[in-house]
């Protein structure tokens, strides 16, 4: 079924951009629970059930999620454009730091009006953007979408799941593919091997008024639009 779409690989090596929720400035999480020694009792519990890491950057907690490893714990998988959820998760970067942007701003936009779509004030979401390395035998779509449009469906992600799973299967790596929101590069990857050398680019705000305007603005200096969308 899928021979003609996957006739092409490619020996990818270079950087990719993630775009994940975060938060500019770190808070104590635990500050209202009482003084400071419940605090840190809290802080000190909390720690018991995390899982040893010796990149902290990856797994901290204060990403609300993690830069490779995420996305790829059984616990953590959900329903994407390559996945339904239930057998795998996938790791999803973009070649162009905008692609990430655009991507992410239309999950959120959905969100915000499913969740608020009354609330008249700009609702903020900050979010933390990362370049990682990726090196390593990848199946390239770039320009099949013209002949196989499903692959950017904006609405239905049924033809591309059955092709997450084909590829899981087959155990490759992972794939690049035009972005269905944007004229950018993403790439879908199964295989968190491949990844490698955490690095922060910056931070992001996105700022919506579900109830004045459909646009998103984005910053990348606090105050200061970068991006409308």
Known sequence: MYGDLISKVIDFDD???????????????????????????????EGLDKRPSTSPLISRPFDYGTVITYPLLPENWEQTRFSNGLAFGVWYGSLEVETTVYETVYHWRRFVLDSFPEEDRKIIAERRLFKVRCQGILVDLRGKEETWPALVDQNSYEFTQGLGDYLHKQRQNGLLVMSARCNGVNTAILNPSVLSNVLDVCYLTYKFNPTQSTVVDIERQPGVTWLKI
Request: charged share 30%.
């Open 15 to 45: 950087q990719l951009y993630r775009n994940i929720k975060g938060i500019r400035e770190s808070q104590a999480l635990f500050d209202d629970l009482g003084d400071d020694k419940d605090a840190l009792a809290a802080v000190v519990a």
